[in-house]
């Protein structure tokens, strides 16, 4: 199926996405992937494969891909999945597709409500142990950061094949181990009868052996009669395997009696194969384990922080039951975040007895997973139904944290479990570093460094005066320089949990920076990435957000096409520019702009058509509120490129003959209705006006200048000297067109009585 086939994986940096497209590049050279938020340890795996990982993708680019496996994250009306469908281009769910590769080959399929990923790790763990020739594809990352897929050409294939889309029904194990089942996914499934139905269907259609506890069947009202063709092993910890010891060692758990039993399963399993014993079980202590399954987060005399993907009643209470266990003497603070709507509203009795047996408890807000909301439920609903005395409501952000931080007593020894399948997860590192870091600059910089590539940059109390057109202004508390979508996205998430406003900069005119710096998190759209202008057709271009406009002008010449020569002396980027609409010469950036790909204001990356956008005079609502992260352009007309070239020398001439060299912001105020402010600054004779080294340009009125170490202070004296001479003279109200940051305009334009005019 994959032979002379290029595959598209979407999603491809997800826990069941990753180790499928990992395994696959043992099997083509033709593998692609792309991920909006893709982590920079799985970037590395990824890489090291030979899969292509692609940075940018475009709906244009889908007709070149034969093939497309996609991550169940992405909802069957998303863009691309659209655009596939009316190019007839062959797509895949995750599990459908590696139902696929398993009909191929003889599959130990593990399944199950819970302990699918832990126990498969079990597993491969043992074929490595063991050098045994068994491919195995996880359901999860390893905590050491090895491969989670592993591919030798052999017959057999350990996958953990997950229920919750029904892709279950496409497959047909040769041995299948049944770790349990309890009532979940009501999104998909009716009931638990219907749930159940498809696990029976899975074990009639095993044609060698199903390893399980007879209980569990009996409790479900599976007779093995009913499988007459499996031989069935029994699965079950009994009092001489059972690990008596419940004291953590490191933070380690795996003596927990849920994970003894899925030991028991693992060696069960090898033992069949041939290869290992039941008394082996001692070899786990050399497991790594999985990612989110009981990370040890902290470690100190008095607290211990762990996090853990548990996000149904069942997997919290052996949680919760493990830990009570392990430090019977400390008190246990539970942070849970519920995973989806219909999960919490289906199992909302049941989660809330279970959270009902910890000390303190602080609920976050349901992760969504792309779920809309359920009308009429709440957490405030959820809470009522919860009998621990201290239950606090929070958010994911900074007084989130602090609640949690204030709720600790040093003098108490206490353990704080970070509880569920979404956001969490960044959360809990986010207060593992505010922990450590005692600041909360430090925290963002170990929480920032340790969610970024080493390509980005990540700094503390950066100076921006040299980083601007007016060279003027203090430093940002925060910087950083991302280099790729995903890498601006974990920092976009690292403003919004620390509570930092954040600003884009690009190459930094039309901008003044107060002397008092900027107390936000500045991203400086500086890395090559960002600097990209890429051919679509034979009449578009895509270009990246930190691509100069005085280079995308010069690029279109050299094409020959027309339409873009008034870009020519604009200073500033392209993301700037969708910004304000920028533009000259009467023309306009969304003049040629067809789509602008968006971080919106909802975190949501998406492609957005030209008429989603208000375009207003120098302000496009959506992109103030987001970021532009680039946009497709629609060429002009072709025309020679000697033509070309004259207009915008033309353009140059009346620019340089009509705007100063020295170093300015551009046009500092708005055109007022019906006039122009340059105009109405040369008919009062301010030019040439001064405060300090800030000057009114004598080449254009509506441009100030720095003479060289002028001040922001500077800068804003001479502005609201102007504007008082203009409204007293003329009746116009000017208003600042270039952007304030670090303090507000309505703050600084404030009338200051005994203020001298010009």
Known sequence: MFQNKRILFLGVGGAGMAPLALWCSSQST??????????????????????????????????SFDLIVYSNAFPLDNPFLLEAKRLNIECFRRGEFLAQIAQKKKLIAVVGSHGKTTTSALIAFLVQKYDQTIDYILGGFLKDGSSPAFACGSDWLLAEIDESDGSIDQFSPELTVFLNLSWDHSDYYKDFDALKGVFAALLERTSGTIFVEKALLKSLGFSSSLFPRCQFIECHLTEGSKDSEHEAVNGN????????????????????????????????????????????????????VFLDYAHHPFEIEHLIQSVRKAYNDHELVLVFQPHRYSRTHSLKKEIATVLSETNRLFLLPIYSAFEKEFGGFDLEQFKKL??????????????????????????KKTVVLFVGAGSINEFSKAFTALYKGGTLARAWLDFAHANVSKESVVKLDESLSEKTTFKIGGSAAFYAEPASVSDLLSL??????FGLEYFCLGRGS?????????????????HKRWRVIKAVGPNHLW??????????????ARLGFSGFEFLEGIPGTLGGALRMNAGAMGKWIFDVVERVLMLDANGVIQAMPKNSFTVEYRRVKEISEGIALGALLKLGAPESTQTIR???????????????????????????NGNYAGRLIDELGLKGASFGKAEVSDVHGNFIINKGGSTALEVQSLIRRIRKKVRNESGYELEPEVLLLGESWDDVLKEIGDEKEL
């Open 646 to 672: 004259t207009k915008i020398d033309s353009y140059s001439d009346v620019r340089k003959g009509s705007q100063p060299i020295a170093p300015s912001a551009g046009c500092i105020f708005k055109n007022p």
């Open 253 to 304: 758990l795996l003596s927990s009696e849920f994970n003894q039993k899925n030991q028991c399963f693992a060696l069960a399993v090898a033992e069949h194969l041939g290869f290992a014993q039941e008394s082996d079980r001692s070899i786990f202590h050399s497991f790594v384990g999985v990612k989110r399954r009981q990370n040890l987060l902290v470690s100190d005399s008095n607290l211990t």
């Open 492 to 497: 976009v998430e690292s403003a919004l949990i």
């Open 386 to 411: 919860i009998e621990t005395q201290s239950i606090s409501l929070i958010n994911l952000n900074i007084l989130g944290l602090n609640s949690i931080l204030e709720s600790i007593d040093p003098s």
């Open 30 to 63: 033709s593998l692609f992937g792309y991920d909006d938020f893709l982590k920079h340890e799985t970037e590395d795996l990824l890489t090291q494969t030979g899969l292509t990982l692609l940075d940018l993708l475009l709906l244009e680019d889908l007709k």
């Open 510 to 526: 039309n901008i003044l920076v107060s002397d008092n710096g900027y107390g936000g998190l500045v991203l400086r759209f500086n």
């Open 543 to 556: 270009v990246g957000c930190g691509v100069r406009l005085k280079e995308l002008c010069g690029y279109v």
